[in-house]
């Protein structure tokens, strides 16, 4: 059936048949909207080399269910702190809330923490907790005995240390990767369901 589909339906047109050119006119299909409470990974206590578990919260703020999946972590080999999800993949309904288990190992001595990357089915944008590094310019020619700046920015959406690692391609030679990290700080603001049509929270902090 049609009504199987992670899709949104509208009441009164969801479904119409032409008689007369036998045409089917399909629903439009909508992506729930899932956030994630924190998007960052924090490991504070843990044994280096000793797996630890943790959650991640995943709220669903629409009344559509939505399939979601931890991504691989990106550039493992070189990060201070690797995880991995036991069960990466799965549903959550509409307006529920669901504890991802994520295994977090420490590579290094120290509280370390990281960005997870979350994908949903149907969003063909970045992932819940996309990329928050940019980098400017990200390609160029260096001048004999010259320098030139590299400006790498912290698009930080939460509070908590932030590290990942960057690799840097020099043609005709070896590939290095460099580490990177930022601290977000102030207090993160997290709500249970949505404020139609809009929060103003401007006049509070004038």
Same mark, same amino acid.
């Given at each position: 059936m049609l009504h199987s589909m992670l899709c949104g339906v509208n009441a009164l047109h969801s479904l119409s048949i032409s008689h007369s050119f036998g045409v089917i006119s399909l629903p439009k299909c909508v992506v729930p909207e899932l956030r994630l409470l924190s998007s960052t990974l924090d490991c504070g206590p843990c044994s280096a080399k000793v797996p630890c578990q943790k959650t991640l919260t995943l709220v669903n703020l629409s009344p559509l269910p939505g399939c979601y999946r931890v991504l691989p972590q990106r550039h493992q080999e070189a990060a201070a702190l690797w995880y991995s999800s036991p069960?990466?993949? /799965?549903?959550?309904?509409g307006h529920e809330a669901v504890e991802i288990p994520i295994t977090a190992e420490v590579q290094a001595v120290g509280a370390h923490s990281i960005p997870v990357d979350?994908?949903?089915? @149907?969003?063909?944008?970045?992932?819940?907790? /996309?990329k928050c590094w940019s980098?400017?310019?990200?390609?160029g020619v260096v001048p004999a005995?010259?320098? *030139?700046? *590299?400006? *790498?920015?912290?698009?930080? @959406?939460?509070? /908590?240390?932030?590290?990942?690692?960057?690799?840097?391609f020099i043609e005709n030679s070896l590939t290095s990767v460099i580490p990177i990290q930022a601290v977000g700080t102030g207090t993160t603001v997290a709500i249970d369901k949505p404020f139609a049509p809009e929060l103003n929270l401007e006049p509070q902090f004038k």
């Open positions: 069960k990466p993949c /799965g549903i959550i309904q979350i994908a949903v089915f @149907g969003k063909e944008t970045s992932p819940l907790d /996309g980098i400017e310019p990200r390609e005995k010259a320098e *030139v700046p *590299v400006v *790498v920015t912290a698009n930080l @959406g939460d509070t /908590g240390r932030f590290e990942d690692s960057m690799k840097l």
